[in-house]
C-alpha cells in the first residue's frame, strides 16, 4: 500500500507541477500582451513628407579632376582659357567644368575638354529647387528672363540676383547654365549628380 501512496503522490505533484508552470505561462502571456497593447496605443504615426525625384541629362565639358580644390584651382589659374570654369565638389573630388550643355556637340567645342555626361537630380521639400533640373533645360529662363512677366514660385527667390551676376560674367547659355547650377548646388544638399 506504501507504494501506491508514493506513486499517486508522486502523480499528483507532477500534475500540480505542470498545471502551476501552466498557469504562469498563460499570465505571462497575458502581461507581456498587456504591454505590447499599451506600447501600440503610445506610438502616433508619423506621416513622411514623399518628396518625387526629378531629373534631366546634361553634358559638361570637362577639363579635369582632382584629389584637392588648390590643385583644381592650380590648374585654373595656368590656363587663362579656363578663366570661366567652375569647380564642382562631388565625393572628395573635385571636377573642372567649363560648360553645361543641353548637347554632346556643344559641350565638346571647348578647347581641350571632353563631354561628361550627367544627370542633375532633384529630391528637394521647396518646389523651385525641386524643379531646377527642368528650369535649368529651358533656355525662356537663362536668356530671356528679364523680359518676361515673373511669376512668383516659378523660379527660385534668388533667381534674378544669381542670373545678373552670371550674365556679367558670360552671354554664352552653357556658361550661365554651369554658374547657376553651382550656385544652386553649393547651398542645397538636395540637389546631386549623377553620372
Not at 590656363?79 to 564642382?88: D, E, G, M, Q, R
Amino acid at each position: 500500500m506504501r507504494k501506491n501512496e508514493w506513486i499517486r503522490a508522486a502523480l499528483l505533484g507532477i500534475a500540480s507541477g505542470l498545471i502551476g508552470v501552466a498557469l504562469f505561462v498563460m499570465i505571462l502571456n497575458f502581461v507581456s500582451s498587456e504591454k505590447v497593447n499599451e506600447e501600440k496605443e503610445d506610438v502616433l504615426p508619423v506621416q513622411q513628407e514623399v518628396v518625387e525625384e526629378v531629373n534631366a541629362s546634361f553634358y559638361a565639358s570637362q577639363h579635369g579632376l582632382f584629389s584637392s580644390k588648390e590643385g583644381a584651382e592650380q590648374f585654373i589659374a595656368a590656363n587663362p582659357l579656363l578663366n570661366k570654369a567652375a569647380i564642382i565638389e562631388m565625393d572628395n573630388q573635385f571636377f573642372i567644368w567649363s560648360a553645361l550643355s543641353t548637347n554632346k556637340e556643344v559641350a565638346t567645342l571647348a578647347p581641350s575638354a571632353f563631354f561628361k555626361q550627367l544627370s542633375i537630380v532633384a529630391a528637394c521639400s521647396e518646389p523651385t529647387m525641386q524643379r531646377l533640373p527642368e528650369i535649368l533645360m529651358d533656355e525662356k529662363y537663362l536668356k530671356n528672363y528679364f523680359g518676361q512677366e515673373q511669376k512668383e514660385g516659378e523660379v527660385p527667390a534668388d533667381w534674378g540676383e544669381i542670373l545678373a551676376a552670371v550674365t556679367s560674367l558670360s552671354n554664352d547659355i552653357n556658361v550661365m547654365r554651369l554658374h547657376i547650377f553651382t550656385h544652386y548646388y553649393g547651398e542645397n544638399d538636395c540637389l546631386k549628380i549623377e553620372f
